[in-house]
T-cell receptor
Framework: DAKTTQPTSMDCAEGRAANLPCNHS???????VYWYRQIHSQGPQYIIH???NNETNEMASLIITEDRKSSTLILPHATLRDTAVYYC?????????????FGSGTQLTVLP | DTGVSQDPRHKITKRGQNVTFRCDPI?????LYWYRQTLGQGPEFLTY????????KSRLLSDRFSAERPKGSFSTLEIQRTEQGDSAMYLC??????????????FGAGTRLSVL
């Protein structure tokens, strides 16, 4: 699986959009970008995933650059409950049941 | 809520004792994963089942660790002769192998183990 690079920490004001970047310059053509988050003392929570098109669901939007070497997770209106560690993971989605390889993630702190 | 359930949530044990954790996956999920997470680190993969078959084990899974999924439903993770280095959060996840949500892993809340 391709290696990812994320900032260690970020702050965001409550009600504003939180934009979390991820670099994955060695991504292969069949690898997807997944985002999970982990709120303190809880298990990781799936947020969204995508291959090359931008994706949106009820939680967030995922913007993947045209060359697929980086992506941004957008939480449109951050709340205090969005304070968590956010993990960007690149892996093959289909066929193989590969495990998730977590890095250190980005600690997002939403400030009141 | 029919998410992944783990029991117990917390376990304190003395060094040298055996411990067993249980994971009940989402009912229609045939894949089940165990991860371990230490403070300040992301989760690390331990092992994976498809139905009752254990298909992959990490080198992190020493011979003191054993996992089972006897009927392809719930799973247990046993640690024998616990050591202080085993202190961690043990996370279970499950996923489908087919359909729209294929390979999306859903996690339980974890079992926090403290070895004294």
């Amino acid at each position: 699986d391709a290696k990812t690079t994320q900032p260690t920490s970020m702050d965001c004001a409550e009600g504003r959009a939180a934009n979390l970047p991820c670099n994955h310059s060695t991504i292969s053509g069949n690898e997807y970008v997944y985002w999970y988050r982990q709120i303190h003392s809880q298990g990781p929570q799936y947020i969204i995933h995508g291959l090359k098109n931008n994706e949106t669901n009820e939680m967030a939007s995922l913007i993947i650059t045209e060359d697929r070497k980086s992506s941004t997770l957008i939480l449109p209106h951050a709340t205090l409950r969005d304070t968590a560690v956010y993990y960007c993971i690149v892996r093959v989605a289909t066929g193989s049941a590969r495990q998730l390889t977590f890095g250190s993630g980005t600690q997002l702190t939403v400030l009141p | 809520d029919t998410g992944v359930s783990q029991d117990p949530r917390h376990k304190i044990t003395k060094r040298g004792q055996n411990v067993t954790f249980r994971c009940d996956p989402i009912s229609e999920h045939n894949r089940l994963y165990w991860y371990r997470q230490t403070l300040g680190q992301g989760p690390e993969f331990l092992t994976y089942f498809q139905n009752e078959a254990q298909l992959e084990k990490s080198r992190l899974l020493s011979d003191r660790f054993s996992a089972e999924r006897p009927k392809g439903s719930f799973s247990t993770l046993e640690i024998q002769r616990t050591e202080q280095g085993d202190s961690a959060m043990y996370l279970c996840a499950s996923s489908r192998s087919a359909g729209a949500a294929k390979n999306i892993q859903y996690f339980g809340a974890g079992t926090r183990l403290s070895v004294l």
